[in-house]
């Protein structure tokens, strides 16, 4: 029985053996075609955009928009998410808000004045805007900028 063993029909394949003369079925031109960039050695890695000298297309449209390379990021934490997720007394900084999710951490933390804040809330961060600043004053709340 074991003897009679063979791989059914079309699950081996054979290699392509290109470059190796007419004999091959691969013969002349090696599976290349005609003439042309990719038929010469090093004709082949070419870079994504190439489009066989004619104008590629992200220089043939219209270049638009503006980046402001002195941007400065901010994280922006509103007084409403402070409301939800500290209580009345809470000591809020750049760890607090990181552990309750609310900022991702490593950027300057600006508060502002969306909502209403909780009661005597001890607040330091690097950044406040006036609304934000008075309604916690107004609370009873500090505010301290690092």
């Known amino acids: 029985m074991l003897d009679r063993l063979k791989p059914s ?8 053996r290109i470059g190796r003369g007419p004999g091959s079925g691969h013969g002349k031109t090696s599976t290349r075609g005609v003439k042309g960039q990719g038929k010469r050695s090093d004709g082949r890695p070419v870079r994504r955009s190439f489009e066989g000298g004619q104008m590629p297309l992200n220089m043939r449209l219209p270049k638009k928009g503006f980046t402001n390379f002195f941007r400065k990021q901010v994280e922006i934490v509103n ?4 409301e939800a997720a500290f209580s009345d007394g809470a000591t809020i900084d750049e760890a607090a808000l990181v552990a309750r999710g609310l900022i991702r951490g490593g950027l300057e933390v600006k508060v502002l004045g969306d909502g209403e804040p909780p009661r ?10 006036a609304a934000a600043r008075q309604k916690l ?8 900028l690092v």
């Open 9 to 16: 029909p079309g699950s081996r394949k054979k290699r392509k």
């Open 79 to 82: 007084l409403s998410a402070l």
């Open 120 to 129: 005597n809330l001890n607040v330091k961060v690097n950044r406040i805007s």
């Open 137 to 144: 004053e107004a609370a009873g709340g500090s505010v301290e």
